[in-house]
């Protein structure tokens, strides 16, 4: 119960500000539309593989509208933002382990940005570039288990680089490059196959894939099921880092500001 | 008191906002070396791309290149001399604009000399980029070397039509008292369209991106000129006029704000 009235507690917070989100979406969409065009202009005189421009279109879009569950995680849960501030000392006394409260907290963020920033800038894209739905709903259910799945990893790691901030004070470098390497390496703007050979092999050596790419594969029709276990080994992966990263800030935390 | 006076004292606030800031010596080699690898993933992104699939609309790599480190420098410039314009939301909100008002400097002043920030790795990779650009350029007998003087103009009159862009922002805070999301669409969304072709893009975008919003006229209105030889060389005269009309009504702009200017906070 507790769990949840943390993640509800996050979601109401953010319901405060639906109005300036909104505007933001338009923002939000129209990067998406920017990446888009490219696609459209390269398209224009070749084949784009299995997916054609349409298609591209069609990928460019759902990424677009998951990088609010995968992408634009809270930087390092928040965690910085205590360092600095001292609050960290109060969290780790509390009865409740550190990473779960985090986590909580963000599920109901990423629930928030779900409902009022993925699905909108999604329909609008469904209305501009008139994409078709999927046909059957096993492949939606598929598609949003591999969504949760990416949201998860995301907060994982979003909680080991706000966990560095107890040694370096600041960590928005790291979360902007971890934004980075979302762009380039989980196929936000190219589908994975398309890297370079040596590209893909790191691509795949890490989770990135399992933000976007295979969401999206999966939502498009190009993947089966069998997909989503790679994602469930990587929430386990993460999940176990997660709690020896927290055993080690445990002893580590110095307390500053006031 | 003369422009040489502001500017000496602009300069030095800004060696004690640089001091300040290196107190945290592993913050800023950190911060140096992750800022170069995101400009290098964020570079690679549109590379691989144009690389497996060849120009496009007929511009090439190195054309692709050469738009994106302009626009890279021309932002490195502007953020690393103004960087709290762009963040005079923090102010409004907080109340700690007033501060600077009780400054026996003009506010803008004491605004841009605030957080100085260099920017070592944009520096770096935008000029990484831009080298090998016209390198490449250079081999293909496109372009000779007249393109390097042209290119630092362009560089400096990108920074100053960036700033006019981001303090007209700035000073809708004035009413607006929050500008995050009128910065991504302003700032983050169009400087992003333009690191790519504009001819992309459909006429009513290209034209919010030269008229409403004259970023276009950064890197892609001169590289016409500079790359392709279209136009003209009044281009280069042209984009300097832009830049000091864009900077001019700013300005005005700026003023008229800060007449309005209602403090807030607690």
Not at chain 1, 57 to 84: C, D, E, H, K, M
Request: hydrophobic share 50%; with cysteine.
């Amino acid at each position: 119960m507790l769990y949840f009235s943390l993640a509800s507690k996050a979601y109401a917070r953010n319901l405060q500000y639906r109005g300036a989100h909104m505007l933001h979406n338009v923002a939000s969409a129209l990067f998406g539309y920017l990446y888009a065009c490219i696609w459209i202009g390269i398209g224009q005189d070749r084949p784009l593989g299995e997916y054609g421009v349409h298609g591209m279109i069609g990928y460019i879009a759902f990424t677009q509208a998951s990088l609010w569950i995968s992408g634009f995680t809270t930087n390092g849960l928040g965690i910085p933002q205590s360092v600095r501030t001292g609050q960290i000392s109060l969290d780790l006394m509390r009865p409740v382990h550190l990473f779960v409260h985090l986590m909580c907290r963000e599920w109901g963020q990423i629930a928030y940005q779900f409902v009022y920033k993925s699905v909108p800038i999604y329909l609008l894209y469904v209305l501009v570039f008139s994409l078709s739905l999927p046909q059957q709903v096993t492949t939606l259910l598929l598609a949003l288990a591999g969504l949760a799945a990416a949201a998860y990893l995301s907060i994982c790691m979003n909680y080991i680089i706000g966990a560095t901030a107890l040694w370096t004070t600041e960590s928005s470098w790291l979360y902007w490059m971890n934004h980075a390497l979302i762009n380039l390496l989980a196929g936000f703007f190219i589908p994975v196959e398309w890297l370079p050979r040596w590209l893909q092999t790191v691509s795949w050596l890490s989770p990135y894939p399992y933000l976007l790419y295979v969401p999206t594969r999966i939502y498009l029709g190009f993947e089966d099921a069998y997909r989503l276990l790679g994602s469930l080994v990587w929430c386990v992966l993460m999940t176990l880092a997660c709690l020896g990263v927290t055993a080690v800030v445990r002893r580590k935390v110095e307390v500053q500001g006031g | 008191m003369n422009i040489r006076y502001w500017l000496h004292l602009y300069f030095v606030l800004i060696r004690s906002s640089i001091r300040s800031g290196m107190q945290y010596k592993m913050n800023f080699l950190l911060g140096t070396f992750l800022a170069a690898g995101i400009q290098i993933a964020e570079f690679l992104m549109i590379a691989i791309v144009l690389n497996k699939f060849g120009a496009v609309k007929g511009w090439s790599l190195y054309e692709v290149g050469y738009l994106f480190a302009v626009m890279t420098l021309s932002k490195a410039l502007y953020r690393s001399f103004a960087n709290d314009v762009h963040h005079l939301e923090n102010y409004l909100t907080s109340g700690d604009l007033d501060q600077l008002l009780t400054r026996p400097v003009p506010v803008l002043l004491a605004l841009m000399s605030q957080n100085f920030r260099m920017m070592p790795g944009e520096l770096l990779q935008g000029g990484f980029i831009l080298t090998w650009a016209l390198h490449g350029m250079m081999q293909a007998g496109q372009i000779t070397w007249i393109a390097v003087p042209f290119t630092f103009l362009v560089i400096l009159t990108g920074a100053v039509i960036l700033f006019a862009i981001g303090l007209t922002t700035a000073t809708a805070g004035f009413w607006l008292t929050r500008i995050n999301e009128l910065q991504t669409l302003t700032e983050d969304a169009s400087q992003t369209a333009v690191r790519y072709p504009l001819v992309l893009y459909p006429v009513w975008l290209r034209s919010i991106l030269l008229v409403v919003i004259p970023v276009g006229f950064v890197n892609y209105v001169p590289s016409l000129f500079i790359l392709r030889g279209e136009l003209g060389a009044w281009v280069l005269l042209g984009i300097v006029l832009v830049a000091a009309v864009c900077l001019f009504a700013s300005m005005k702009l700026w003023t008229f704000g800060m007449s309005r200017y209602q403090s807030t906070g607690s």
